[in-house]
């Protein structure tokens, strides 16, 4: 099946640095979404991308739909504290998967104040 | 006002057991997923539903049974609990089997 690969796993950042994090895939997407998952909660959506090359922003926050539909990447600046959680890319599977989304694996995001 | 409720939030019971968790979305979505997120926090999709209708189930031991009675419900009933069932079940919802889908708060499930 198709399978998403984060990276890095975890990051431990100083509060205003900026973050970048990606996300891979083996196969072709045609739409990539970032979540946040905050402790305790359930997954939040953060940005969804459906064109190669796409840059889009929310906040803080600019994702982008790799040229070669295979991968994405989200940018945090000035990171503050509640920036603290799991992100995660996710993608809707191939074929006749009818609202199917793979995960990637998160990456956890720690600030430090 | 809550988007997509799930009931309960932390379910703690003995091995055998059977138990239902409850999902509620008010969005006037159609299309209702149940995922399991395991302890390395990888999130895995089980079932969706679209206007009631099972649409897709990824090879879930029978013991899970899905049911929704309306296309504001899908319901999470488990049979006979084994400790490997031990998970966050997550609730989402999308329209029209949507790639933007909105999840619940989660239950925590604990299988002793």
């Known amino acids: 099946g198709q399978q998403l690969n984060q990276s890095p796993q975890s990051m431990f950042i100083q509060e205003g640095e900026d973050v970048s994090m990606n996300c891979t895939s083996s196969s072709i997407f045609n739409t990539w979404l970032w979540y946040k998952q905050d402790p305790g909660e359930g997954p939040v959506l953060l940005i969804a991308?459906?064109?190669?090359?796409e840059l889009t922003s929310n906040g803080r926050l600019t994702a982008q739909f790799g040229i070669t539909r295979k991968d994405s990447f989200l940018n945090i600046s000035a990171s503050i504290p509640s920036d603290v959680g799991i992100y995660f890319c996710a993608g809707p599977a191939g074929g006749t998967s009818y609202g199917k989304l793979t995960f990637g694996q998160g990456t956890i995001l720690t600030v430090h104040p | 006002d809550t988007a997509v409720s799930q009931t309960p939030k932390y379910l703690v019971t003995q091995m055998g057991n059977d138990k239902s968790i409850k999902c509620e979305q008010n969005l006037g979505h159609d299309t209702m997923y149940w995922y399991k997120q395991d302890s390395k926090k990888f999130l895995k999709i089980m079932f969706s539903y679209n206007n009631k209708e099972l649409i897709i189930n990824e090879t879930v031991p029978n013991r899970f049974s899905p049911k929704s009675p309306d296309k504001a419900h899908l319901n999470l009933h488990i049979n006979s609990l084994e400790l490997g069932d031990s998970a966050v079940y997550f609730c989402?919802?999308?329209?029209?089997?949507?790639?933007?889908?909105?999840f619940g708060p989660g239950t925590r499930l604990t299988v002793l």
């Open positions: 989402a919802s999308s329209q029209e089997g949507a790639s933007r889908q909105y």
């Open positions: 991308l459906y064109k190669a090359g």
